[in-house]
Every structure is written in structure tokens, then in C-alpha cells.
């Protein structure tokens, strides 16, 4: 990969302190994705430009075909290949409300994060807008906050994840192969429900959290919507951490293997 400047921004996606996610072109002329991180790199967050640096390395060492192709790639951006839109996106949701499209969704993942994990990767921040669609297969995005073992030293340093999707054990900054299952399987829920673990911001959401609040899935509804044995392997997944099962075993069970 060339040490070279960013290309032209053609249409900013989002941007969140010193991380510009935007389109452009690559130099074979294929739509790309973006991501230009600024912040850290004069002294000022060393964290930041750490997770930047893991990020970078891990794009250019992991090949999997539910991750996104890295094209091109300088000394503080990355340029992915064009993946639109998320599984947060309501057209897409919509596409999987059947118990067997569902499971092909879940069984699929579950066997990108057995991948990641094998290679003692955690991913760490796995959500419906981390999840976009090449063609029907999905594609797990976005390893910002990637870890390298469950007692990796920059997750103990700062709080990381989204508060709605992260296992109960990265609310005091551990993590480790059990939080991605704890977040897939709320996926799961999400899809089965439209509801999501937690309602509201993410202050008000660590907030409650930490005060014990539950689930908030329509437990009910998911039971008339997917069979006994898909309920039970996301229950599993969203309980105690030495009770979940790994990612092969949740790929298994999701694809009846």
C-alpha cells in the first residue's frame, strides 16, 4: 500500500472527532469508502492513533469474505471497498423476517467472528450499522476498536464500544471472544423484535446499565417469530460470559450443522 494523501472527498458520511468517514474513488476508478483519521498523530491521544495503527494492520492481514476489501490505504487512511446500505438501514431489516433468513444472517457472521476469533482478534463493537451487504452477503465493517486478547490494555484505559450493543463485561473495560457472541446474539434479537437491547442515548443508557436494567427485547415476540432452538442459542448467547457459546458452536447451531 502507498504512503500517499487521502483522495478527494466526494460525499462525507459521518465524522466523529478526528475520524472522517467519507466517498471517493480509488485510482482504478472503484467507488470506495474512506476512513481518514487525523486525531493522535501529533502526541496528543496516543490511544487513538494506537487503535488507528491496529486497525490498519489488521485490514491488511485478515482476508475473509464477510469483511470489506481494503483497495488503497496511506499513512492515516484507509480506503475500503463501496458497501451500502447497513443492516440498520429498515429496507434491509426488513429482508430478514423469517426464522431461516435470520439464521442463514447469524449462522454467517457467527463464522466470520470464529475466524477473528481464531486468530485471537475481538472484534468488539458488533451492531446492525457495522453489518453492510455485498450483493446478499454480509460484510462485518468498522475494526476501530478491535482487541487482541481479553486483556488487552486499551480497552482498560477508556470505555469502548457502543452502549446498546456491548456485552455487559465492557461496561468496566473487559473484553474477550464472549463479548462479540453477546452482541450477535443481540443482533439476533433486534431482528427478531425491532427492538433494540437498550432504549435511549448513550449516557442514559451506560447509566442504567450499571443500575442493573434488563433486556429490553419482546421476549414473546421472538418466540412466535423464530423456532424454540434459535430462541435458546440467543438466550445462551446473551447470558453469563462463561456460558455462551463460542463462535463456531453459535455458527453450529444457526446453520444446524
Known amino acids: ?26 485510482m482504478a476508478g472503484l467507488p470506495m469508502v474512506v476512513r481518514h483519521f487525523s486525531q493522535g498523530f501529533d ?9 488507528f495503527e491496529r ?24 480506503g475500503f471497498e463501496y458497501l451500502q446500505p447497513s443492516l440498520a438501514a429498515p429496507e434491509q431489516a426488513a429482508r430478514f423476517d423469517d426464522n431461516i433468513a435470520v439464521r442463514r444472517l447469524l449462522g454467517t457472521l ?32 468498522d475494526f476501530g476498536i478491535a482487541a ?5 490494555p486499551l480497552h482498560a484505559v477508556e470505555l469502548a464500544g ?30 427478531l423484535t425491532g427492538e433494540r437491547p437498550f432504549s435511549g442515548d448513550g449516557e442514559d443508557i451506560i447509566r442504567k446499565r450499571r443500575l442493573g436494567a434488563v433486556l429490553e427485547f419482546d421476549w414473546a415476540a421472538a418466540r412466535r417469530r423464530a423456532d424454540p432452538d434459535l430462541v435458546a442459542a440467543l438466550t445462551r448467547g446473551l447470558g453469563p460470559r462463561e456460558d455462551r457459546p463460542a463462535a463456531r458452536e453459535l455458527a453450529a447451531l444457526c446453520l444446524r450443522r
Do not use: N
Not at 43 to 51: E, K, S
Not at 111 to 140: C, N, S, T
Open 1 to 26: 500500500m502507498s504512503e500517499k494523501t487521502p483522495p478527494a472527498c466526494l460525499k462525507l458520511l459521518r465524522q466523529a472527532g478526528g475520524l472522517r468517514v467519507y466517498e471517493a474513488v480509488s
Open 43 to 51: 502526541g496528543t491521544d496516543p490511544v487513538a492513533a494506537r487503535r
Open 55 to 78: 486497525e490498519k494492520r489488521l485490514a491488511s492481514t485478515l482476508s475473509h469474505p464477510q469483511f470489506a476489501t481494503l483497495l488503497e490505504a496511506g499513512g492515516d487512511w484507509l
Open 110 to 141: 457467527a463464522e466470520a467472528v470464529a475466524y477473528l476469533h481464531a486468530r485471537g482478534v475481538i472484534h468488539g463493537d458488533i451492531k446492525p450499522g457495522h453489518i453492510l451487504f455485498r450483493g446478499d452477503e454480509p460484510v462485518l465493517i
Open 148 to 152: 487482541l486478547s481479553a486483556d488487552d
Open 162 to 191: 457502543t452502549p446498546a450493543w456491548m456485552a455487559p463485561e465492557q461496561l468496566s473495560g473487559e473484553t474477550g471472544p464472549p463479548a462479540d457472541i453477546w452482541a450477535l446474539s443481540a443482533v439476533g434479537l433486534w431482528l
